[in-house]
Structure formats: structure tokens, C-alpha cells
């Protein structure tokens, strides 16, 4: 039987040239599905894995209570100094606890493309604990800022996608002239920052205190010590977060936005796909309607004939949707862009084409084969062999 | 047999066949009303305000507050008339649902904004009672706020001076928008910037993120610009100001080039649905070729045999693409009710005009190639099958 069916498949492949038009229809119809389901997604993978490359396990973020975001959480100089000297912070190379007290603020730039419209650029105001706390945060071009100088070095996300933060040039905040010194990369959504000492920062911006503090746990336990020193603390009113948390929570509203935003134009798309692929097998079944007769009359069963009507229809799909991940890939893999964050933020990230997606790209397209293929393909094995060979 | 029912014959003669490409019309036009609907989105905020106001804001970033103090210096630019301010107020509402809520000084908001509707009394006692909040209607009906009720609203910025961040304001009035636009502008909610001065735990008093200004005329916004960000040039506390419209856009392009590429893909979409739907079209005129060569001896002209053709084509396109749109609307309805207005998908009478036009298009392209075949058949080779 399966001799049959694919002798039978490949009369029916072999003549796809004959009838390309609807068998492209079929392609371009998949490609369509899979190389927009592909890139939605892949916008979301590498917007996630950006965010989620940020932090460390061992590492915890505090902030005001009830703030969910650094942009609105601020403490003043003494509870900053209070939680820094909490039990369960790991001790740094110097003596001291490894935190950093952190301050975030916002300035504009323009994007590359435009000329009017600034977007917010995070500008974070770090204490020199801050480069321990991400070892994998690299200066490779320039230099460091110097503490107490209005310095920046700019992450080279921003440097991609925004103007007037070249290395060497010269930032206007608040009244005042800030040079860029050096750029610095870490793969990761600090890559969307501008850093400076914060205290250069805390004077510019009339603040006296700072908006979060980073801080290594001291080890396994280090994370309920801290919790607990924290909670007895009445002068504090702070929450404790892991730092790969928060900035995985981040991630939560644009994931769910963009997966909707997937799942709804692919269901819909899959949808029209399914009707046109529909279409086309029976067109190509009517057109050799007495084709498949003559082998029904020579000897050839049913059940052959629908196996062939359906290799032939997953393949066609199975090339719509290779090529649609390759589209997909070409045009997307690795693009650069940049969005809001949950921090009123520009966050920069790459989209990223994974595997996986193009297996799930892939799937669906085999299953929009499938369900295109079937009724076609019983029709064909079903026709009574006396009315198609009548057929003219 | 008049002409229409020979074309709705015709094209019920492969029933499947028209079945099939009219839920695939279908599908294409729910995702075009659906695009175009969220696309409208990105460029809409800007077009229905006029350019009579200026935002003022620090030039830095909106997110650093500004003195209040400002504003007599504001006022005395030539052109302002007039200037209010409002200040974020970081409104979250229930668990984690953020409110867009402002406080502002009453009445000078209420002289900028005359597009805000409110009964006289309403403004009044929302000036005269500290605790006092006004809703917009729009957001009033979302949650089922009634005026007299306790209204509480954390800010996930702002403690007050008790440490919590759990506030509770009096609502005294909701106000509408003047027309269509501003009607769609009413999902916010105000307080008094007096209140919030004295009541937030962070000594913040007298500082906001933006000051509006209302000009007598409004060719002088330029110069009001360039008058206004030199006069606090070098100060900390710099300023930029631009049109409400430029700020508005500004606003949306921060969403950036998310906004671009979703639209782009959706395009795409479209026209692969256009190409399938093309492809059937000729293939059914393809197909009827001795059919068409028959009408043609039977005296019909070359010019009625297009119009078969094209009227297939546009009924077939114009009944799914109607049902298309009629179910992106009602798809559009739940979306935003299923997110909670977090996406707001509305196919409104220009995203449905635009539909319409769509429709002429996609019929005369997948139309005019088959039809125009058929209109230069010549009748001896058609029936000789060459």
C-alpha cells in the first residue's frame, strides 16, 4: 500500500509545475503564517532574554515599599545607609558591605532617526560597588568615569540606537555640561543606561538619597537573613527582591502583550491559510481528477490516493513555512530596536530567531497542511472512478 | 435571468470554492480592521488637539518636577494667557491596575482645558474640598464610580505623611469631552495639587512635571517657545516646551519601533491574503474560459463580460470584507474588554472608511487581470480550447 501511495505522491509532485499557481498559493500562504508568527515571537524571546540576562541570583534589589519599579521608589541618605549595613550583605574585596546605592533618572535623547522627539534614556547614579556587583559589565572603548566629575559612559545599546551620546560629546542636564568619556557593554538591559557617579548625580538633580540599593547576598542563607533584619527594622519601609525577579517581572507585560498580539494575528492568519490551502487541493484534485480515475481502474486503492493528496499538500506547507522562517530570519535575526520598559524607559534589545520558535513556526505549518489536505484528499480518493473518467 | 442573479449563479457554481475564498476574505479583512484600528492608535493623540496650547516641561526629562513658582514668570510671556499645571500622581488602582491620575491646580486647568465639561458647581466644589477628586467619564464608567463616593487609589509613588501609600479621595464630579475626541480623552482623574502638596510624605510642595500654557493666538507658539526655554537657560531647572500635539506624538513614539514593525508584519499579512484571494479569482475565470467564449456568440459585448467578471469579483469581496470588518468590530469590543482597556481596539467610522476603500481596491486588483482576459477573448480560440 505504501508503494502506492508513494508512487502515486510522486506523479502528483512531479507534475506541481504544471498547476504552480495554486500550489504557490499554498507556499506563500504559509510562509505568510510562519514567518509572522516567527518574528512576533522572536521579538519576544529577545526582548525577555535581554531583561532576563540582567541580575544575579546571589544578588538583591531593595526598594520602597509597594513601588514595583526603581523610577518610583526613593529612600533618603539614612535608610540607604541603614540597609547597606544589614546582616546577610555579603562583604566586598575592601572591607566593606558589596552594595551600591543607586539613582535612577531620566534624560532625553533622540533617536537616531529623528530630530525632534526625545525618548527617555535611564541615567543611573552608581557607587563604585556597582562594578563589582556585575562583573560581566565591560568598558571596551574610552574610560571609566571619575567620581566627582559630571562624567557619563554610555551603554552601547543607547549608542545604537540614540544620537548625541557619542563618546566625546556632551550631554546638557539640568543646567549643566556632562561628557561622555567611554562606552561600556554587558549584554544585558544596563546596555540601555547611562551611568555617572551618583554623587555628581545627587547634586545635579537635588537629591539627597536614592532610589534603590543592590546589594550580594553573603550566601545561601543571606537572602531570609537580610528579610528578617529588614522586617525588625521599624525605620525601614522596603521590599526585597532577588534581582533576577524583578527584572524577570519585567518582562511579564510586554511578553503577554506581544504573545497576544501573536496568538491573535496567527490564529487568524492560520485561519485564511487554511481556506486557501483548502482551495488549492481541491484545484489541484479536480485537475487530475482523471488522472488519479485511471489508477483507481488500473488497480490502484483509495486510501493511496488520499496518502498521496496529503504528502503532497504537507509538503507544500512544509515549504511555506521553511520559507517563511527564513524570511523571518533574514529580515529579523539579531535586529536592533528599542521600545518603552516598565521603567518609562527606552530598553534596547535584539530579536532573536531561536530554534525553537522555527520548530513551532514549523509545526503550524504542518498542521495547517494537514487540515488543508484532508477533505481534498478524501474527495479524490472517493470520486466514483466511472463519473471522473467521464469528466472532459 | 437578469444580470445579477447570472453573476450570484455563476459564483455559486463551485460552491465550495466561493466558500472557501470568502472566509478567506473574510479572515484577511479581520486582521486589516484589526490593524488598521491599533495602527489609527499610534498616530491618532495628536490630531483633534489644536495648536493653541504648550506643554512646559524639564528639559532633562517630564519625569523631574519643576517649581510651581514658574508660573507667574509663564504668565508674563506676551501670548500666554493663561497656564495650569499637573503633576503625576503614580494612581494605581485596586492590585495593580495603573490609573492615569493628576493633580492640578482647579480652576486653571478648567481655563486651558474648555474641552473638559463639567457642570460650574462641580468645578467649584472640586476647588473648595481638599480631598477632592473629578473623573473623567470615560473612567468613571469603566469602574462604576458615582459622584459623593469614597474613591481609594494607592500611589506606587507617593506616601503620605502617615507612611501609607493607600489614599482615598472624594469624587465631586465627572466631567465629558466636548466632542467625539475629547469624549474618548476622558480616562483620567484629577485631584488638588493644593492637597497633594501638603499631604505626600516627601516635603514635595510646589513642584510639577508639566505646566500648560494657553496662547491668545496661536501663530506665536513658536516664539512663546524660544521666549520661555531661554528664559530659564542654565538654570537647573531648564525647560522645553513644544506644541501639545508635538508632546502628544513624542509620547507615542516612545512605544518606538514596536509600533512600526507590528504594523509592517500586519501588512504583509494582508497582502498575502490579497495574493491567495487574486490567485482564486483567476483561476475561476481560467477555468470558464469556453463558458465565456459561449456568452460572447451569444451576442453579449466584451465590455459585459468584464463587468461579469469584475461584479463577481467585487460582490465576492464586498460581502466578506463587510462581514470581515463586522467581526474585527465585535472582535476589536472583546479584545478590549478581555484586557481590561489595556488594548483599546476600536474600528471607528475612519478605520471602517478606510475598510471600504480597501474593499474597491482588493476587488479591482484581483478583478481587472481575469476580467480583462476575459473581455480580449477572442471566441474561436477560446472554443477551440487554444
Same mark, same amino acid.
Given at each position: ?87 546577610? =550583605? ?138 528578617? @533584619? ?146 481534498? @484528499? ?15 | ?244 500635539? !508635538? ?54 459585448? !466584451? ?50 472608511? =478606510? ?32
Amino acid at each position: 500500500m505504501f508503494r502506492q501511495a508513494f508512487a502515486i505522491s510522486g506523479i502528483g509532485i512531479r507534475s506541481i509545475p504544471e498547476r504552480w499557481a495554486p500550489s504557490l498559493v499554498i507556499v506563500i500562504g504559509l510562509a505568510g503564517v510562519v514567518g509572522v508568527f516567527t518574528a512576533l515571537l522572536a521579538m519576544a524571546v529577545g526582548f525577555e532574554s535581554t531583561l532576563k540576562a540582567t541580575g544575579r541570583s546571589d544578588a538583591v534589589i531593595i526598594m520602597r515599599g509597594g513601588s514595583d519599579e526603581e523610577l518610583n521608589s526613593a529612600f533618603d541618605r539614612d535608610s540607604t545607609d541603614v540597609i547597606k549595613q544589614e546582616p546577610g =550583605i555579603a562583604t566586598g574585596a575592601d572591607g566593606k558591605p558589596l552594595a551600591s546605592a543607586e539613582m535612577m533618572v531620566i534624560a532625553e535623547l533622540l533617536r537616531r532617526d529623528d530630530t525632534k522627539n526625545g525618548a527617555n534614556i535611564t541615567v543611573r547614579g552608581v557607587e563604585p560597588a556597582a562594578f563589582a556587583l556585575r562583573p560581566h559589565l565591560k568598558i571596551i572603548a574610552g574610560r571609566n568615569f571619575t567620581p566627582g566629575l559630571r562624567e557619563l559612559i554610555v551603554g552601547s545599546g543607547v549608542l545604537r540606537q540614540f544620537q548625541g551620546a557619542d563618546i566625546g560629546q556632551v550631554v546638557r542636564m539640568r543646567g549643566s555640561n556632562w561628557t561622555v568619556v567611554g562606552e561600556f557593554e554587558s549584554g544585558d538591559s544596563h546596555d540601555s543606561e547611562l551611568w555617572t557617579d551618583i554623587n555628581v548625580a545627587r547634586s545635579t538633580f537635588g537629591r539627597t538619597g536614592s532610589s534603590s540599593v543592590l546589594a550580594a547576598l553573603e550566601g545561601p542563607g543571606g537572602l531570609a537573613k537580610l528579610k528578617a @533584619a529588614i522586617a525588625a527594622e521599624p525605620r525601614l519601609t522596603v521590599d526585597v527582591l532577588r534581582e533576577q525577579d524583578y527584572f524577570s517581572g519585567q518582562t511579564k507585560q510586554f511578553r503577554e502583550q506581544i504573545g497576544f498580539l501573536a496568538g491573535l494575528v496567527t490564529v487568524i492568519m492560520a485561519l485564511g491559510a487554511v481556506f486557501a490551502a483548502l482551495n488549492s487541493m481541491y484545484a489541484a484534485v479536480a485537475a487530475r481528477g482523471k488522472e488519479i480515475a485511471t489508477l483507481r481502474a488500473i488497480g490502484f486503492s483509495g486510501t493511496p490516493v488520499l496518502i498521496s493528496v496529503m504528502i503532497e499538500a504537507l509538503l507544500l506547507a512544509l515549504a511555506g513555512g521553511v520559507l517563511g522562517a527564513l524570511i523571518a530570519y533574514v529580515l529579523f535575526n539579531n535586529l536592533s530596536v528599542s521600545t518603552l520598559g516598565q521603567n518609562f524607559t527606552q530598553v534596547v534589545f535584539n530579536f532573536k530567531v531561536t530554534p525553537q520558535l522555527v520548530a513551532r513556526g514549523l509545526v503550524i505549518a504542518i498542521v495547517i497542511g494537514m487540515i488543508g489536505g484532508f477533505l481534498p @484528499a478524501l474527495r479524490a480518493a472517493r470520486a466514483p472512478v466511472t463519473t471522473s473518467l467521464r469528466e472532459q | 435571468m437578469t444580470k445579477t442573479s447570472f453573476v450570484i449563479a455563476n459564483l455559486f457554481r463551485k460552491r465550495t470554492r466561493t466558500i472557501l475564498t470568502l472566509l478567506s476574505v473574510i479572515m484577511a479583512f479581520v486582521l486589516f480592521g484589526l490593524l488598521q484600528s491599533v495602527n489609527s492608535l499610534f498616530n491618532a493623540g495628536a490630531d483633534f488637539v489644536g495648536a493653541t496650547r504648550l506643554m512646559t516641561q524639564a528639559r532633562v526629562s517630564f519625569t523631574q518636577p519643576l517649581p510651581t513658582g514658574m508660573v507667574p514668570k509663564l504668565e508674563a510671556v506676551p501670548g500666554v494667557e493663561r497656564v495650569a499645571y499637573s503633576m503625576w500622581f503614580g494612581g494605581v488602582w485596586q492590585e495593580n491596575t495603573p490609573l492615569f491620575v493628576f493633580a492640578i491646580d482647579p480652576l486653571r486647568y478648567r481655563d486651558v482645558y474648555p474641552e473638559y465639561v463639567m457642570p460650574d458647581e462641580q468645578w467649584q466644589t472640586f476647588a473648595h474640598t481638599r480631598t477632592a477628586m473629578i473623573a473623567g467619564k470615560v473612567l468613571a464608567d469603566q469602574y462604576g464610580w458615582k459622584v459623593g463616593q469614597k474613591i481609594p487609589i494607592s500611589s506606587n509613588i507617593y506616601p503620605q505623611k502617615n507612611g501609607s501609600k493607600a489614599w482615598a479621595f472624594d469624587l465631586v464630579g465627572i466631567f465629558d469631552g466636548k466632542d467625539d475626541a475629547w469624549r474618548k480623552q476622558t480616562n483620567i482623574a484629577f485631584i488638588q495639587s493644593e492637597y497633594f502638596d501638603e499631604a505626600n510624605s516627601f516635603n514635595l510642595k510646589g513642584r510639577t512635571n508639566f505646566f500648560i500654557l494657553k496662547l491668545a493666538d496661536s501663530k506665536q507658539a513658536q516664539a512663546v517657545s524660544k521666549t520661555i526655554d531661554a528664559m530659564f537657560e542654565n538654570s537647573p531647572d531648564e525647560t522645553k516646551t513644544q506644541t501639545e500635539k !508635538d508632546f502628544n506624538l513624542g509620547f507615542v513614539k516612545q512605544i518606538g519601533d514596536i509600533a512600526l514593525i507590528v504594523h509592517w508584519i500586519l501588512f504583509a499579512v494582508f497582502f498575502t491574503l490579497l495574493l491567495v484571494v487574486g490567485n482564486t479569482m483567476a483561476q475561476s475565470v481560467r477555468e470558464r474560459v469556453p463558458e465565456l467564449a459561449v456568452l460572447k456568440t451569444l451576442g453579449f459585448t !466584451d465590455g459585459s463580460v468584464l463587468f461579469f467578471v469584475l461584479a463577481e469579483a467585487f460582490s465576492l469581496c464586498l460581502f466578506g470584507g463587510l462581514l470581515g470588518l463586522v467581526l474585527a468590530t465585535a472582535l476589536g469590543a472583546m479584545v478590549e474588554k478581555g484586557t481590561g482597556g489595556q488594548f483599546v481596539v476600536r474600528l471607528d467610522a475612519g478605520v471602517w472608511s =478606510i475598510g471600504i476603500l480597501a474593499i474597491v481596491l482588493m476587488s479591482l486588483a484581483v478583478g481587472l487581470l481575469p476580467g480583462l482576459r476575459a473581455r480580449r477573448l477572442r471566441i474561436v480560440d477560446a472554443l477551440a480550447g487554444r
